[in-house]
């Protein structure tokens, strides 16, 4: 006897008529007369499974006892009455029976609070929309990686546990390596630039750390960062990356419209020309609203709010003060070749031309107020012949949540990391 060839729902279309076997979780249940019908769902689709009493009193024993949410496997042939398609069972196996009461409800008809989401998050992407938000992250992931490779970037991986900071301002979590002082990485930035010598275009998509104790709905103290460098461009040149990027994306997610319609919102349109507006523009456009910022300071969240009564959408905010950026940033007297990415009020990504001169880098750090000592490791290969270059690093999280329209930025991290949270 043929043994049943094993299937995924979304494959069932292509086996009508034939005796397949299929595993999933118990969805739905409802009874009518002698006849129940199952939905069952194994995270690519559902398919009905129709359960006759008198055809098979086995069977419909061993589905009357199965809970909802219950992982099982069944035997059966595929039929299709109209547009809709159903298993016959003729064996049904419990795998896994699921304890009531669920402490969330995966049909998502109970809502639950953000916290018990997460608290229970493997039960939780059950729940259509959940399971969406964390598909279209997925996609997102990959079509960056098919951009880069598009344009002959290599995919890196750099440490995270490094010896010194990166940026030198950002605080930082110790670790006890051995008998050394560690850290772990915020940003990957040395190793992208020093790499550049040879690979000429890197990106890496991996996660990072700040031991930033803030407690907002866009911060978190891991985060997945999407950087990029290359070798023999300026910052006008790597926003051009970074927009033909997010095109790439948004394009790409057009295809994906099946995930947001669970959402109840249309995929993202890819850009047009992003404009890139001085930071002394900004500065002025602020101060005749009656906003005064100081000359060299950052903007805060409320400036940032009536920058997005200006820009509703994708901006960029460009030659920024030196006093407000990293010590490899390129320096022009009180200025710097540097941008962020904004999206209304939500910065997504920030980048710019590096120093590339040895000379002029040891300078940057010390006029920092930093120790060289601490970056010697790094600036040592600037004596080698070090292209000129430039970069960025696009926080991912953001721009999925951005994306899917999500309130609060733990809502498209699986296991998210703040100052009160280390588990689950």
């Keep these: 006897m043929e043994t049943p060839k094993k299937i995924r729902t979304i494959d069932a279309e292509k086996h009508v008529g034939e005796e397949v076997k299929l595993y999933g979780w118990v969805e739905d249940k409802r009874i009518l007369g002698n006849i129940m019908f199952i939905t069952l769902r194994d995270g690519w689709g559902r398919i009905q499974l129709t359960i006759r009493k008198e055809g098979n009193i086995g069977v419909y024993s061993r589905a009357l006892a199965t809970q909802r949410q219950s992982v099982i496997s069944v035997v059966g042939r595929i039929n299709k009455y109209r547009d809709t398609l159903e298993v016959i069972p003729s064996k049904y196996f419990l795998i896994s029976q699921a304890n009531h009461p669920l402490p969330i409800d995966p049909t998502g008809r109970t809502p639950a609070a953000l916290p018990t989401l997460i608290e229970y998050r493997p039960l939780s ?11 279209i992250r997925s996609q997102v992931k990959r079509y960056i ?220 750090v010390i006029d920092k107020g930093l120790d060289i000592d601490n970056f010697e490791y790094h600036v040592r290969y600037y004596q080698y012949g070090m292209p000129p270059h430039a970069g960025f690093g696009l926080g991912l999280d953001r721009l999925v949540q951005m994306i899917v329209g999500a309130d609060n930025i733990r809502e498209v991290v699986l296991y998210p990391r703040d100052p009160e949270t280390l588990t689950p």
């Excluded at 992407?125 to 598909?135: D, G, P, S, V």
């Excluded at 998509?205 to 700040?210: C, G, H, K, S, T």
């Excluded at 947001?260 to 002025?284: A, G, N, Q, W």
């Design 145 to 364: 990686r098919e951009y880069f490779y598009s344009i002959g970037a290599i995919e890196i991986d750099t440490p995270k546990i490094i010896a010194a900071a990166s940026e030198g301002g950002a605080e930082l979590f110790s670790v006890k390596y051995f008998d050394k002082a560690a850290y772990l990485a915020q940003s990957p930035q040395l190793y992208k630039e020093q790499v550049t010598m040879g690979l000429t275009y890197v990106f890496e998509i991996a996660q990072f750390y700040r031991a930033e104790k803030s407690h907002t709905r866009r911060h978190l103290t891991e985060f997945t960062s999407v950087d990029f460098e290359g070798a023999y461009i300026d910052y006008n040149e790597a926003m051009d990356v970074l927009e033909d990027m997010i095109r790439h994306v948004f394009k790409r997610l057009q295809e994906d419209e099946e995930l947001f319609k669970i959402l109840r919102r249309d995929p993202p349109r890819p850009p047009s020309e992003i404009p890139r507006v001085k930071y002394d523009t900004l500065i002025d456009y602020l101060r005749g609203r009656g906003r005064m910022i100081k000359w060299g300071e950052d903007f805060d969240s409320e400036a940032l709010k009536m920058i997005a009564e200006k820009y509703s959408g994708f901006y960029f905010i460009i030659d920024w003060p030196w006093d407000t950026k990293p010590f490899y940033i390129y320096r022009i007297g009180d200025y710097t070749q540097s941008f962020d990415l904004m999206h209304g009020s939500l910065e997504l990504a920030s980048g710019g031309t590096r120093e590339h001169r040895y000379s002029e880098l040891r300078k940057n």
């Design 125 to 135: 992407l059950r729940i259509e929309r959940i399971n969406a938000i964390f598909k």
